[in-house]
């Protein structure tokens, strides 16, 4: 890495993509931040994570994308850019079944992706792109509902068929987004042979300490619910889909993804970023919480009678990944930091 090499990263006002951000300067990178408006770059100028970060007026610029599926959306972005960390996809949530779900959820995952690939072939500098997927696009749909459940060891290499519409639940129209956006990279890249080569990192549910949260409420949306749900008293119907045991901490996903920039990987490759399988459950939280936290469980604070269960079991060969990035954080560290924030910010709040 040369101290001019420029990163550009998409999807850096989400929760890992900030994430992302930061370790990326962290790590000596000079960033560039695809936000959609001002108030989004602003939004992470004024981050207090960030105050560590060494001259960083000189390290972090932005660029407005305000429409990632527009043509030539990322023309000007990638211009001079080395390496990409796109992270920006469409989530599912606040979104319903009374919504067009190929145009929120679907044709957003993939075109966004195929555009960023387009724009950055017309930009010979770039060299390499590294893609925020899902392990959800490896194992079969029926694996992930609980409807054909199963120990076969699922690999990075693996990719799941395509989940036909109309969709059961907004979930299956996410679950597809996932496997149709990395299908589709995959096939460009072999169609159009770039001068870059891409790596796609494929996380289970990401928990953790969230920077950009300011509120509990804030903490407890998207996949740190799992996390938090029975500590919190809360039980799994409220969980929108699949339950699956399966984890990874938030800063093993920013690590993988800048460790990808490392020239020493090999391009156009996979990793899976989770558990083994079977080797937690989301209740286990309870007792972590009882452990670290004791006095706010007495207390009441923590009601720590909560309920993620059943659970679905997805069982992943990680090994090429903890050789490549190091050994994953437990789910233990990732719950003490996730419950430690939440009573950080209850406490802000009185």
Not at 50 to 69: A, H, R
Not at 222 to 235: D, K, M, S
Not at 260 to 278: I, M, R, W, Y
Request: glycine share 6%; aromatic share 8%; proline share 5%.
């Amino acid at each position: 890495m040369a101290a001019d090499d420029l990163v550009l990263v998409t999807g850096s006002t989400g929760f890992i993509g900030f994430r992302t951000l930061r370790y990326a300067l962290e790590e000596g990178y000079t960033v560039r931040a695809a936000v959609r408006s001002d108030a989004k770059a602003e939004l992470i100028r004024r981050n207090p994570t960030l105050s560590s970060i060494q001259d960083l007026p000189s390290k972090l610029s932005f660029i407005i994308v305000p429409d990632i599926l527009a043509e030539g959306a990322f023309d000007e972005a990638v211009k001079g850019v080395k390496y990409v960390l796109h992270v920006a996809s469409p989530l599912s949530t606040g979104i319903t079944m009374d919504d067009d779900l190929e145009a929120k959820i679907i044709r957003p995952a993939v075109y966004g992706t195929l555009g960023l690939f387009g724009s950055a072939k017309k930009e010979s500098s770039v060299k390499r792109i590294v893609v925020t997927s899902s392990m959800v696009a490896t194992p079969p749909f029926a694996v992930l509902t609980g409807q054909q459940p199963t120990k076969q060891v699922f690999k990075p290499e693996d990719r799941a068929h395509d989940v036909p519409g109309p969709y059961p639940a907004v979930i299956a129209a996410y679950v597809q987004s996932k496997i149709a956006a990395l299908k589709e990279g995959e096939a460009w890249v072999v169609k159009h042979k770039p001068q870059f080569d891409v790596i796609h990192i494929l996380p289970a549910f990401v928990g953790g300490r969230n920077d950009l949260a300011q509120n509990v409420e804030e903490l407890c949306t998207g996949t740190n619910f799992y996390f938090l749900a029975p500590v919190l008293g809360q039980e799994a119907t409220e969980a929108a889909g699949p339950r699956l045991a399966n984890y990874i901490d938030v800063d093993d996903v920013a690590k993988a993804h800048v460790k990808s920039l490392n020239e020493e990987v090999a391009g156009n490759q996979s990793f899976l970023l989770t558990n083994k399988g079977d080797d937690m459950k989301w209740n286990d939280a309870k007792e972590i919480a009882a452990k670290h936290f004791p006095d706010a469980v007495r207390s009441g604070l923590l009601p720590n009678d909560g309920d993620i269960s059943p659970y679905m079991v997805v069982y992943s060969d990680i090994s090429k990944t903890e050789e490549t990035f190091g050994t994953i954080k437990s789910f233990e560290e990732s719950v003490k930091a996730l419950v430690g924030q939440y009573l950080e910010l209850k406490e802000k709040a009185k």
